[in-house]
């Protein structure tokens, strides 16, 4: 069974800076391609960000040149960099993994493409 734990939301200023990370148990983290997706009050779930096993990257718009992905297979972690945040990217951020090839191999963007998720972080940037 594997499950995945968000920790590093919190409140911070317009321009600020944050790191979340993402803890999977259960299995290697090496096994599988891994999303970031995030939810505010009132809104659908979006996607932000994801990478395959090959470390191909895919953003959203809303988050390109702001946002970076990574992950380290040793920790079995993986991370979502955030810079120059606003007010606009508070909500709650969900980690995500998948195991298919095709997440693996190509990289995913849609919610329904991965198995995994964790319960969310909540982000919440002031003006």
């Known amino acids: 069974q594997v499950q995945l734990a968000e920790s590093g939301g919190g409140l911070v200023q317009a321009g600020d800076s944050l790191n979340v990370s993402c803890i999977v148990y259960g299995r290697a983290l090496s096994d599988y391609a891994m999303g970031w997706f995030r939810q505010a009050p009132g809104k659908e779930r979006e996607f932000v960000a994801s990478n395959t096993l090959t470390d191909t990257v895919h953003y959203s718009d809303s988050v390109k040149g702001r946002f970076t992905i990574s992950r380290d297979n040793a920790k079995n972690t993986g991370y979502l960099q955030m810079n120059a945040l606003q007010p606009e990217d508070t909500a709650v951020y969900y980690c995500?993994?998948?195991?298919?090839?095709?997440?693996?191999?190509?990289?995913?963007?849609?919610?329904?493409?991965?198995?995994?998720w964790g319960r969310g972080t909540q982000v919440t940037v002031s003006s």
């Open positions: 995500t993994a998948d195991g298919s090839s095709y997440c693996t191999g190509h990289g995913c963007n849609e919610a329904e493409d991965f198995d995994y």
